[in-house]
């Protein structure tokens, strides 16, 4: 069992930058392709980034390509999405999620474990 913690959201003006962090426990994140997702309200869940679990591959939307980036320490059991020139339309609940194994996926239901979350709103 993973457990993870999401923190680092807040309210930030347009074209500011955040940077998120998921902290896990329970289990090393070592053996796990690590995702985060984020959801809007009245909006479905949608990929945002990922990361192997070496760190040496990634994925992005295309959404949010040039603007944000997904790191990780494995050392500290911990993920980061760094956000860039954020737009109001990056305003949503973000989530990570855990998958066992090496490969990245944008799909959902292809993670095991999830946090509870983290906010982040930008005003224009």
């Known amino acids: 069992q993973v457990q993870l913690v999401e923190s680092g959201g807040g309210l930030v003006q347009a074209g500011g930058s955040l940077r998120l962090s998921c902290a896990a426990s329970?289990?090393?994140?070592?053996?796990?392709?690590m995702g985060w997702f984020r959801q809007a309200p009245g909006k479905e869940r949608e990929f945002v980034a990922a990361i192997s679990w070496s760190g040496g591959s990634t994925d992005y939307a295309d959404s949010v390509k040039g603007r944000f980036a997904i790191s990780r320490e494995n050392a500290k059991n911990t993920v980061y999405l760094q956000m860039n020139s954020l737009r109001p339309e990056d305003t949503a609940v973000y989530y990570c999620?855990?998958?066992?194994?090496?490969?990245?996926?944008?799909?959902?239901?292809?993670?095991?474990?999830w946090g509870q979350g983290t906010q982040v709103t930008v005003s224009s």
């Open positions: 329970g289990r090393t994140l070592s053996n796990y392709a």
């Open positions: 999620a855990a998958r066992p194994g090496y490969h990245t996926s944008s799909y959902y239901y292809r993670y095991d474990y």
